[in-house]
Every structure is written in C-alpha cells, then in structure tokens.
T-cell receptor, first 113, second 118 residues
C-alpha cells in the first residue's frame, strides 16, 4: 500500500537558518503530494502541493519539488522564522477510486530567536 | 466561503460509552473523510463518504461508523469506547469526483474534535 516516510524530529533551528525536511513516498501510479502544517492546538492546514512529476509547490517561502525518479518531496525554506515553529506532515493522495490521504508521522520544527 | 467546521471542540467520555462527532463540509464539497490523529502521530484514515455512501475504509473496527447527509455534512460514531480511542478526530472535505484529479485529491481539514476517554 501507499506509505510516506519523513525525517524524524524534532528539528531545532535558529531564526534565518535554512530548513530541509526530507520526505520519500511509496505509491502506485502518479499520486498527488502535499505538505500540511499543524500549529499547536490546531488542525491541519495545507501548506503546498504538487500533482505531477517535476511540479514545484510553493507557499509562504516554502518549496517542494515532486521528484518521481527518487520518489521524494523534500520541504525547503531559505530563512525560517520563529512563527514557522509547528509540526509538518508530508502526505500523498493516490490516483485510485477514492481520495484517501496517507500521512507521514510528522516532523516538529522549533525555531529559536 | 465557509470552511470545514466540527463539533464539539472537546469531549470527555468514559470507557464503554458511545460518542457522535459532527462535521460540516466546505460549501460545494460532496466528499467527507474522517481521520484519527493520536498524540504525536500523523492522521490515520478512518473512512470516506461520497454522496451519502461509504466510499473507502481504513483499518478501523466496525464500532467506528459514519453517516453523510443530503447536505453533505457528516457524523462519526464510535461505540464501546476504549482508552486508545483518545485522539484528535479530523474531518476533511473535498470537491470529490471518483477518479480524483488535482482538485479531487485536495482535502480541506477542519480544526478537529479532541476526544478523551477515561
């Protein structure tokens, strides 16, 4: 079945540091890929998405590129802020008959001033 | 445009009881999915409803059941509650379409219901 593997946290960075959170996936066909963010005490918010190979999703300075050859969708940001502190989930939605989203276990990011 | 809403926000039950959680989908969305997120874990798919019919189910026992109404709102029912059912329950809606596609695959999440089973 479908699965998502993302790097374990927590990740602690200083403000303005470069962020990479690795994510790889296993799926049949051509899934859509997502990054969701969850702030403390809140539900999930879609951060960015990519629906086909070589697509780059971007939002709020975050980027991720759909790499089919390496089955990866790594999240990057050039300069993190304290307000980026949250849990980040990599996820995929298969191209099958129903739209189940499969999530990774999440990576907690803490940005310190 | 109103987003996905869920009620109640928090709920405390005791082992063996039954609970009903509610979700209103985003306007124009005909597909609702439910997820269970245990503390420190990623959300796990429970089931999905499309046009009032169950359209897929994850690895959850039959005591987890659901309904979707003609206005596409939905309920999640859990019978015979167990301590391990304590979690954040998330509802997500999407525009639907059986074959997915870029719009069909994107799900919009509600804020969740925090269930505590004592």
């Amino acid at each position: 079945g479908d699965s998502v593997t993302q790097m374990e946290g927590p990740v602690t960075l200083s403000e303005e540091a470069f962020l990479t959170i690795n994510c790889t996936y296993t799926a049949t066909g051509y899934p859509s890929l997502f990054w969701y963010v969850q702030y403390p005490g809140e539900g999930l918010q879609l951060l960015l998405k990519a629906t086909k190979a070589d697509d780059k999703g971007s939002n709020k300075g975050f980027e991720a590129t759909y790499r089919k050859e390496t089955t990866s969708f790594h999240l990057e940001k050039g300069s993190v802020q304290v307000s980026d502190s949250a849990v980040y989930f990599c996820a995929l939605s298969g191209a099958g008959g129903y739209q189940k989203v499969t999530f990774g276990t999440g990576t907690k990011l803490q940005v310190i001033p | 445009e109103t987003g996905v809403t869920q009620s109640p926000t928090h709920l405390i039950k005791t082992r063996g009881q039954q609970v009903t959680l509610r979700c209103s989908s985003q306007s124009g969305h005909n597909t609702v999915s439910w997820y269970q997120q245990a503390l420190g874990q990623g959300p796990q798919f429970i089931f999905q409803y499309y046009r009032e019919e169950e359209n897929g189910r994850g690895n959850f026992p039959p005591r987890f059941s659901g309904l979707q109404f003609p206005n596409y709102s939905s309920e999640l029912n859990v019978n015979a509650l167990e301590l391990d059912d304590s979690a954040l329950y998330l509802c997500a809606s999407s525009p639907g379409g059986l074959a997915g596609g870029p719009l069909g695959n994107e799900q919009f999440f509600g804020p969740g219901t925090r269930l505590t089973v004592l």
